[in-house]
């Protein structure tokens, strides 16, 4: 009976030991960012706008902008402005041109002819149009989303270069993007709750992991640590903060993020 005997607080140690690996603290690097990430909003694409230049801003830094609001227009705004009036004009009297012969055919004093090219000129005028105003829209510069205007990058007589025209952000939904090694991956859960510190701040924010990025990938947040692993392979956890408005104005700020067993 004796072996038996201690067979049984070996064990119970070995599940002790088990069970606070499994709930031990992740620690990690990682950094703030608005709901979805920064949209650098590049403009319209097509229509020969490489190196387009920018006419006017409708927004400034720091102006939040809804769906579809127009947030800038192109130099070639006016041009296209232009074309679509002329071809307003030619619309209309292809219009009053189908009248005149509508109502000359019903007195036998026009031909079948020319009715079916008074009929054409009016389709032909309307195609037109319809692409005069699709260029147009070209010049035109649409926010996607609601969100914020985080950062401008091409001013009234620039060029729009590769970091496109600004960058936006959903900053009243902040999250902490925590930099988790693959080793410790499978110790965070969705719904565990969080611990995140800030230099902008003396006190911690708290947030739940929200959700956890599908992909392994290189580690980008590297510390003051002279021998962190900069090679390491991490997984993105993205964890949903109680109070975004504290750390809606540090988009990629730094932060260390230690998440609760």
Known sequence: MRPSTRLIPLFALGVSLCTVAEERLVSS?????????????????????????????????GDWVEIDQIVAHLDSYNLRKAEVARLEAILTNARNELTRQVGLAKRSLTSEANLDTAEMDLDIALADLAAANASLELAVVRSPLRAQVIEIHAHPGERVGSQGIMELGRTDKMYAVAEVYETDITLVKVGQLAKIQTPAMEKELAGTVDRISLKV?????????????????????????????????????????????
């Open 29 to 61: 690097l990682g950094r703030l960012e608005p709901e979805n990430g920064v949209v650098q909003l590049a403009g319209p694409s097509g229509g020969g706008l490489s190196g387009a230049v920018m006419k006017s801003l409708e927004v400034a830094e």
């Open 217 to 261: 990938g290189r580690l980008d947040a590297v510390g003051t640590d002279p021998i962190a692993k900069t090679d390491a392979r991490v997984v993105e956890v993205f964890i949903l903060l109680d109070d975004s408005e504290a750390v809606s104005r540090f988009t990629n700020m730094q932060v260390k993020v230690e998440i609760q067993p």
